[in-house]
């Protein structure tokens, strides 16, 4: 019963950590009694596979954890209206399996070395386990730990050196200090000790809090211009009326909502990921024909030296198969297509500028690991509201220059906000402002949207770029180069926001080196292992 209760107080204290509604300084010792509870089965109890007892009481720890932060993925709807199961069960259940995964690796590493060498061990494994859910196809990193303090910006304003990366990594070594004084305590009862120990914590977590408020209060950029946007909110519902409306009545109520919200010069109108066409997509290959992307041309004639970025869904067709790009499927005997979710930028007499979505929503936009699970899941994804195809995406980041002043944005689409080096490399594009395209209606009023919007101040930390995010039904928002929300809407209203928005140009230390602790943390992790089985062998020859 101990056990069980150590393991539920790790689950209660990672999920009140958690935003919009935690207090993200739990987090500092949200792992401890898990630690104990590892540290005591392996040492004091009697079980006879106590490896099966730390797994398990881990599981259900990450189960409770990613249920309460995560629930609500329980939103997301069939195709036939319901409440999709499998929207929530598949990440709860897997992405806790790899949570748990990597804790037993540290159990077993910490009972062959050490306990020592396995704090260090679990420090250099989970970072690596971030990083590589990071990257992976069946990526979620939701949950990544320096993702806690991302209401709170500031208190991480040193993101713009070592990123969110750099928090879990700030966490992982209190949680780990907080548990090695415990220990200490508990073997010797030396006062001395645990005073040094108490004051290396209070350091280790006071330190960069107090280093994050004076670089807040100091800051002082000098933007190299400004640009005035207009985030469009259209509210359109994405499961009935965006499908079931006409094209045309869609733009022309997302072009009346710009209309009517122009108050002056307007240098940028910003819309939602897939804004555009409503159902169905565009094709690439008629981009200068298309009547809607003429609708938007034409209304920009009446708006002179303005322009428009919006989300829009697209495709290309491919009449070559053997000049195929990977997620082209066939339609008929003789061609191929391949869809996007992208962004465009709409300027009157100019060529559409387009940019492919890079990151997509597993399951949904794409299929995992196509080739090894489409045998064996067959159509069970689309019967789930998934996908059992993917759709295409760019290989590098663009960012889209406005000829008629300096701003250039970086077109980012929905999930890709959640990816702190990812974003980087629209910086590193010459972007000089963020522009978020989102939809985030999928979920309902639930803290999906709430959690997604608060990622996107770490993104304008580490970037040190304001940030002009437009969401289908909200929260649209303005963030400045410090991740303060300076301007947002309420969800489900439909309406527009106007902000000013500094221009700002160089490149913060994050952005130069991205996840530099992570790949610090990848090579440890395999010196760590290869001096494992250095000392097996070694063992092993002395016993011969």
């Known amino acids: 019963m101990k056990y069980v209760l150590l393991t539920l107080i790790s689950a209660m204290l990672l999920s009140?950590?958690?935003?919009?509604?935690?207090?993200?300084?739990?987090?500092?010792?949200?792992?401890?009694?898990?630690?104990?509870?590892?540290?005591?089965?392996?040492?004091?109890?009697?079980?006879?596979?106590?490896?099966?007892?730390?797994?398990?009481?881990?599981?259900?720890?990450?189960?409770?954890?990613?249920?309460?932060?995560?629930?609500?993925?329980?939103?997301?709807?069939?195709?036939?209206?319901?409440?999709?199961?499998?929207?929530?069960?598949?990440?709860?259940?897997?992405?806790?399996?790899?949570?748990?995964?990597?804790?037993?690796?540290?159990?077993?590493?910490?009972?062959?070395?050490?306990?020592?060498?396995?704090m260090a061990f679990l420090v250099a494994i989970w970072m690596s386990f971030e990083k590589f859910h990071l990257n992976w196809q069946l990526t979620w990193p939701w949950l990544n730990l320096g993702n806690s303090f991302s209401d709170y910006p500031k208190l991480i304003q040193w993101y713009d050196t070592l990123g969110s990366t750099g928090g879990s990594f700030w966490i992982l070594l209190v949680n780990l200090l907080i548990f090695y004084t415990i220990r200490i305590w508990q073997a010797?009862?030396?006062?001395?000790?645990?005073?040094?120990?108490?004051?290396?914590?209070?350091?280790?977590?006071?330190?960069?809090?107090?280093?994050?408020?004076i670089k807040f209060n100091q800051f002082n950029e000098k933007p190299i211009g400004e640009v005035s946007v207009l985030m469009?909110?259209?509210?359109?519902?994405?499961?009935?009326?965006?499908?079931?409306?006409?094209?045309?009545?869609?733009?022309?109520?997302?072009?009346?909502?710009?209309e009517n919200n122009t108050k002056g010069k307007v240098d940028y109108y910003i819309a939602p990921?897939?804004?555009?066409?409503?159902?169905?997509?565009?094709?690439?290959?008629?981009?200068?024909?298309?009547?809607?992307?003429?609708?938007?041309?034409?209304?920009?004639?009446?708006?002179p030296q303005s322009t428009f970025v919006t989300g829009i869904s697209s495709h290309r067709f491919f009449l070559d198969k053997n000049n195929l790009p990977r997620d082209a499927y066939q339609i008929n005997d003789r061609v191929w297509v391949e869809n996007y979710n992208s962004a465009v930028q709409i300027?009157?007499?100019?060529?559409?500028?387009?940019?492919?979505?890079?990151?997509?929503?597993?399951?949904?936009?794409?299929f995992p690991y196509m080739n090894v699970l489409k045998p064996l899941l067959g159509d069970a994804m689309i019967n789930l509201g998934g996908?059992?195809?993917?759709?295409?995406?760019?290989?590098?980041?663009?960012?889209?220059?406005?000829?008629?002043?300096?701003?250039?944005?970086?077109?980012?689409?929905?999930?890709?906000?959640?990816?702190?080096?990812?974003?980087?490399?629209?910086?590193?594009?010459?972007?000089?402002?963020?522009?978020?395209?989102?939809?985030?209606?999928?979920?309902?009023?639930?803290?999906?949207?709430?959690?997604?919007?608060?990622?996107?101040?770490?993104?304008?930390?580490?970037?040190?770029?304001?940030?002009v995010r437009s969401a289908n039904s909200g929260i649209s928002a303005h963030i400045n180069a410090k991740g303060e929300i300076l301007e947002d809407t309420f969800y489900g209203d439909q309406t527009a926001l106007f902000a000013k928005v500094n221009l700002y140009e160089g490149e913060t230390f994050y952005v130069r080196s991205g996840d530099f602790l992570s790949r610090v943390s990848i090579f440890a992790l395999g010196f760590l292992i290869f001096y494992f089985l250095i000392k097996r062998v070694q063992n092993k020859m002395k016993k011969n």
């Open 16 to 118: 009140v950590s958690w935003p919009t509604y935690g207090i993200p300084f739990f987090i500092f010792f949200a792992l401890v009694p898990l630690l104990i509870m590892e540290h005591d089965v392996s040492k004091f109890s009697k079980y006879n596979r106590k490896s099966w007892v730390v797994f398990g009481l881990s599981y259900l720890c990450f189960v409770i954890w990613n249920i309460v932060t995560t629930g609500w993925l329980y939103g997301s709807k069939n195709p036939d209206g319901s409440h999709s199961m499998m929207a929530v069960l598949f990440p709860v259940l897997v992405n806790s399996f790899l949570y748990s995964l990597v804790f037993q690796c540290y159990h077993w590493y910490k009972n062959a070395q050490g306990t020592y060498w396995g």
């Open 188 to 213: 010797g009862r030396k006062r001395k000790d645990l005073m040094i120990n108490i004051s290396a914590t209070v350091l280790l977590i006071g330190l960069p809090m107090i280093i994050s408020l």
């Open 232 to 258: 469009l909110q259209p509210d359109l519902d994405p499961y009935d009326e965006k499908y079931s409306k006409d094209s045309i009545t869609i733009q022309n109520e997302l072009l009346a909502l710009a």
């Open 273 to 303: 990921e897939t804004a555009i066409p409503g159902r169905g997509s565009i094709s690439e290959t008629a981009f200068e024909k298309s009547n809607l992307l003429n609708n938007v041309k034409g209304f920009l004639t009446k708006h």
């Open 347 to 366: 300027i009157p007499n100019q060529k559409v500028e387009v940019y492919h979505k890079g990151k997509l929503v597993p399951g949904v936009e794409i």
């Open 387 to 467: 996908t059992v195809a993917s759709l295409g995406t760019d290989k590098e980041r663009v960012a889209f220059s406005n000829p008629f002043n300096k701003g250039k944005i970086a077109p980012i689409i929905c999930y890709e906000s959640i990816y702190g080096e990812f974003v980087t490399d629209y910086v590193k594009k010459g972007a000089n402002f963020l522009g978020i395209m989102t939809n985030d209606s999928w979920w309902g009023v639930t803290e999906g949207h709430k959690q997604l919007l608060s990622y996107a101040k770490m993104r304008a930390i580490e970037t040190r770029r304001e940030i």
